[in-house]
């Protein structure tokens, strides 16, 4: 129907918030009973341009195992929120979140991953976190698995590589749907699902010594049994609570032709189509055809069981949730110069600048892909994730200025308004990193993110302090006004 009136800003019940990830936020690795996850073999990286993640061996994680300190593997000491959840959302709810998307640690819970019953005092840590995001009225957003899984599950049958992994995860989301049913409404299934075309980091599969056919074979294997787990688990979730709404979510890169050449076109086309899969299985419900000549031409022959697809139809998602940090640029002969950022491998974009870590800031990428995604999906959309990392001072007087941080999302944030005043159903904003973390690719402290600072170095040094930086009360003003004061 044609309608001459159209929104003019955020729905009244916008979720502006914050995001964060156990593995990088919370610590207590060893604390009652939890099992050692994937995220606690990755070793820091030499370098903010070296990424280790996807480096692990069989080799390095007998290492890791048999090393018990936090030196090299920061990822384990998080930054403490496991003893400081009460302060850390007490600042949140200062800043007027309506919305907190955290993860749960799986190995809390189930600390191999294939016990019968759960671990009691894991799940009494994520009652404390939602009774005290209850008591300010913040809305959890949780993500089961962000980028982590019980080790003792790559140990034993590398990780998603195994179709038997499915259960484990079926019967961890189970006990989680129902223990907490009446405390949380959004659940998201993978973090960045994509991701697993990148291997361990993703898919708890090692994989770094194999060929890159075999390494196709396993994460596109793996990623199926994602998919089979993620539409399981959806269903799941109705069936317990029907007032769940359940998301996927993706690492969204959008696509740019190098030059308006067809051939470029076309290459951009189909590098965004192999970002876009994910969300096709997760909300149609099925395998898009162009994955059928792509999967065969590169040789990848899944075992796809005969259940597999109505499991797919009956499993799709609610919402899309995703996640945006940049855009990237194809060309059908690899001839722009290349471009550096996470997990990315695309062309420079001349007319974008980059973070300190190469990432290419695009605030109008993020209005395109809204809409790109609005109209292809038509079902509603959720940004929750968002930032700039960033090298932020401590000046003497406990004062950060990050300028930069405010200019970035602001921008995004303009972009995004837009994009809901194009018609796109938007439903939040959880901006990544709302605390200062460990970063997922290079496990650095010093790639900032958040609006409030926390006192520790690249090595685990300083006293774990949190300080407003000047974004604090930035996003503060942009919350109250329903993004109507930018
Ligand atoms: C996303 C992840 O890829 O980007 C987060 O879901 C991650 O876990 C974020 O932290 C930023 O990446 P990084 O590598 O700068 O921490």
Same mark, same amino acid.
């Given at each position: 129907m044609y309608k001459t009136d159209y929104p003019k800003g955020f729905k009244k019940d916008f979720l502006w918030g914050g995001a964060t990830a156990a593995n990088q936020l919370e610590g207590g690795w060893d604390q009652d009973g939890k099992g050692m996850t994937t995220a606690e073999v990755i070793r820091k990286a030499e $370098?903010?341009? @070296?990424?280790?993640?996807?480096?692990?061996?069989k080799e390095s994680i007998e290492e890791a195992i048999a090393d018990k300190t936090t030196d090299n593997y920061p990822k384990r000491r998080g930054v403490d929120f496991y003893h400081n959840y009460k302060e850390d959302i007490k600042l949140f709810s200062e800043m007027g979140f309506k919305a907190y998307r955290m993860s749960m640690a799986w190995a809390r819970i189930f600390p191999n991953g294939d016990e019968t019953e759960p671990n009691e005092a894991g799940l009494l840590f994520y009652d404390k976190v939602f009774d005290e995001l209850a008591k300010y009225n913040i809305e959890p957003v949780v993500t089961?698995?962000?980028?982590?899984?019980?080790l003792a599950l790559t140990v034993k049958q590398n990780g998603w590589a195994s179709r038997d992994t499915i259960s484990s995860f079926t019967r961890y989301a189970d006990i989680v749907f129902k223990r907490y049913q009446d405390k949380v409404k959004y659940w998201l299934t993978? $973090?960045?699902? @994509?991701?697993?075309?990148?291997?361990?980091?993703?898919?708890?599969?090692?994989?770094?010594?194999?060929?890159e056919k075999e390494q196709l074979q396993i994460r596109y294997q793996a990623l199926h049994h994602q998919f089979i787990a993620s539409a399981l688990v959806v269903k799941q979730g109705h069936k317990i609570n029907p007032e769940f709404k359940i998301g996927n979510m993706l690492a969204r890169m959008q696509t740019y032709p190098l030059t308006p050449n067809p051939d470029d076109v076309r290459a951009a086309q189909e590098n965004d189509n192999l970002n876009l899969f994910f969300t096709d299985v997760q909300v149609r419900g099925e395998y898009p055809e162009y994955m059928n000549r792509y999967l065969s031409e590169n040789d990848v022959k899944l075992n796809f069981q005969p259940n597999d697809e109505v499991i797919l139809k009956e499993g799709t998602v609610d919402f899309i949730s995703f996640s945006y940090y940049m855009s990237t640029v194809t060309s059908a002969n690899n001839a722009g110069d290349k471009s550096v950022g996470n997990m990315l491998n695309g062309e420079k974009n001349p007319y974008l600048e980059t973070s300190e870590w190469g990432w290419q800031i695009d605030p109008v990428g993020l209005r395109i892909t809204l809409n790109e995604m609005w109209n292809r999906y038509r079902v509603p959309l959720m940004i929750v994730e968002n930032g700039l990392g960033a090298v932020d001072t401590l000046e003497a007087d406990g004062k950060i200025h990050d300028d930069y941080r405010i200019k970035y999302l602001h921008e995004h944030i303009i972009q995004m308004k837009e994009a809901v005043m194009d018609g796109v159903d938007l439903m939040g904003y959880t901006m990544w990193g709302c605390i200062d973390l460990i970063s997922a690719?290079?496990?650095?402290?010093?790639k900032r993110y958040g609006f409030i600072y926390v006192d520790?170095?690249?090595?685990?040094?300083?006293?774990?302090r949190r300080y407003k930086k000047d974004s604090f009360n930035w996003y503060k003003q942009v919350i109250k006004s329903n993004g109507s004061n930018l």
């Open positions: $370098n903010k341009m @070296n990424l280790t993640f996807n480096e692990v061996t089961l698995s962000h980028y982590e899984m019980p993978f $973090n960045e699902i @994509n991701a697993g075309t990148f291997g361990f980091m993703g898919t708890g599969a090692i994989d770094s010594t194999l060929t690719s290079t496990s650095e402290m010093s520790q170095d690249d090595n685990g040094n300083g006293t774990l």
